[in-house]
């Protein structure tokens, strides 16, 4: 089981210094992945913990992507229907053509109302919109010539397409990363509620004669009991997990190296 990290994008310790020297200390402790998560207009009454402050997903990758070498990159998740299909397809494909293919792209359809308010976009459509954005994206990496609103036009630099992995509960968000995707992406506190819907979602894959998909999944480990940390990662590779990404949290260097330390044992589990 692959183990991928967080880091910060939200808040005071969203700082050019503490995230480039926590991404760095991810990468040179070994880890496989690095995951940024996604908002852009927090309003005032749910700024608790970060104070309104999150930089943009995107852009941050891409920093991200200049000062390491190795570590691949993550999307935890990008939200869809916040960005217009043709400029995400641009950003995520000059990202993974920088960083030398380095991307992995969770996708989301939102949940904050907010958000959606702020952008004019009508919450209820959010996943008809993802839907369009996740079928774009794919015609997009799969041809150097795409159509779009009744134009054809050239989609360069097209690497390859980096890893999609689909966010959000069953049974729908299952069946978009079958239709769209390249693996399914749940939040989890308890390996056991997430049995019944992997093998849900391998036998949909195999029904629909797709490859077995891969499952990455977004945990919160107690990473103050070692203990504990290393049979809960027992359990979610049981439970047929194939990255965790767990949420570390800190206020400062020593504090994320701490539990880059913790993390660094499970990836023996």
């Known amino acids: 089981m692959e183990i991928g990290v967080t880091v910060r ?39 608790e913990g970060s104070g309104g402050r999150y930089l943009d997903i995107l852009a941050t990758l891409a920093w991200l992507a200049g000062i390491t070498s190795r570590i691949r990159l993550g999307t935890g998740v990008l939200v869809l229907p916040y960005r217009a299909a043709l400029p ?35 919450l209820r459509a959010r996943g008809r919109i993802s839907d369009a954005t996740l079928d774009f994206l794919n015609r997009a990496f799969a041809a150097d010539e795409v159509e779009l609103n009744g134009q054809r ?53 195999a029904a629909a004669g797709k490859p077995r998909g891969n499952v990455t999944a977004s945990v919160h480990l107690p990473l103050q009991d070692r203990a504990a940390s290393r049979d809960l990662a027992t359990q979610y590779r049981a439970a047929g997990v194939d990255r965790m990404v767990a949420a570390v949290r800190y206020d400062d260097l020593a504090g994320y190296r701490a539990q880059l330390d913790v993390l660094r044992d499970l990836r023996t589990v």
């Open 153 to 205: 036009f050239l989609f360069r630099p097209r690497p390859e397409r980096p890893p999609v992995l689909v966010g959000g509960r069953a049974p729908h968000a299952l069946v978009r990363a079958v239709k769209y995707g390249d693996g399914w992406f749940p939040m989890s506190r308890n390996p056991a509620n997430l049995v019944a819907p992997i093998a849900e979602y391998h036998a949909m894959t």
């Open 88 to 122: 995400t397809a641009k950003q995520v494909a000059t990202v993974q053509e920088l960083s030398g293919g380095r991307v992995l792209l969770g996708v989301g359809i939102g949940w904050m109302e907010p958000e959606f308010r702020a952008l004019g976009v009508d």
């Open 9 to 47: 994008v939200m808040g005071p310790q969203a700082t050019r210094t503490l995230l480039g020297d926590c991404a760095r200390a991810a990468e040179d402790a070994g880890f496989e992945s690095l995951w940024l998560a996604d908002h852009i207009a927090i309003p005032p009454d749910d700024a």
